[in-house]
């Protein structure tokens, strides 16, 4: 069955340390990838999306990610972390050639930054 | 914000009680899905419409009903609510064309907590 992986459950870091939150995900050809953000108490909100072009997408609030097809993945990232990212990410997959209409979510993934 | 308005905010009912949860959007877009969100699950597609009146399921849509008689309206109904059903549902639009209905942002609603005891 089609999936969408997060690997990491809860990631505890320091202010200013460095980010990485992988997502993979099972779908072939054609991909929309999303990564959605979740502050306490508040629904989703989009940081990135990418569709076509430069793999590398950059994001608000310093946010990128980087999708690289042979690996089916498309991780987070963030140089330098605040108190304010403390949230939860999802990695959302959409393929057309799966169903056009369907947005496929990641388990998520908890951030907090210890400040 | 876009215009996406979920009622109620909080609900507590009663096990085998219909329950019916409403999306109004104000953006007049296409595409409007239900999502339930549990822990270790993420969000998971209930059903999805792509037009009035044109409505679909997605990966957990058993016990649950959906109408959409207007564009910005998109009801999710459970008709014998059960303690499983205890939730945070999100209702979300995208725009889309036709041929790539998700080529483009998803806006979600502020969700509405079920608790079914």
């Known amino acids: 069955a089609q999936s969408v992986s997060q690997h990491n459950h809860h990631v505890i870091l320091s202010e200013a340390a460095s980010l990485e939150l992988g997502c993979n995900y099972s779908?072939?050809?054609?991909?929309?990838l999303f990564w959605y953000v979740q502050y306490p108490g508040q629904h989703l909100q989009l940081l990135l999306k990418y569709f076509s072009g430069d793999p590398l997408v950059k994001g608000i609030k310093g946010f990128e990610a980087e999708f690289i097809k042979s690996k089916f993945s498309f991780n987070l990232r963030k140089p330098s972390v605040q108190w304010s990212d403390t949230a939860e990410y999802f990695c959302?997959?959409?393929?057309?050639?799966?169903?056009?209409?369907?947005?496929?979510f990641g388990q998520g993934t908890r951030l907090t930054i210890n400040p | 914000d876009a215009g996406i308005t979920q009622s109620p905010r909080h609900k507590v009912t009663e096990t085998g009680t219909p329950v019916t949860l409403r999306c109004h959007q104000t953006?007049?877009?296409?595409?409007m899905y239900w999502y339930r969100q549990d822990p270790g699950h993420g969000l998971r597609l209930i059903h999805y419409s792509y037009g009035v009146k044109d409505t679909d399921k997605g990966e957990v849509s058993d016990g649950y009903s959906v109408s959409r008689s207007k564009t910005e309206d998109f009801l999710l109904t459970l008709e014998s609510a059960t303690s499983s059903q205890t939730s945070v549902y999100f209702c979300?639009?995208?725009?889309?064309?036709?041929?790539?209905?998700?080529?483009?942002?998803?806006?979600f609603g502020q969700g509405t907590r079920l608790t079914v005891v």
């Open positions: 779908y072939g050809g054609t991909v929309n």
């Open positions: 959302a997959v959409n393929a057309p050639s799966q169903g056009a209409q369907k947005l496929v």
């Open positions: 953006e007049n877009h296409r595409y």
């Open positions: 979300a639009i995208t725009q889309g064309t036709k041929m790539n209905p998700m080529n483009t942002e998803a806006f």
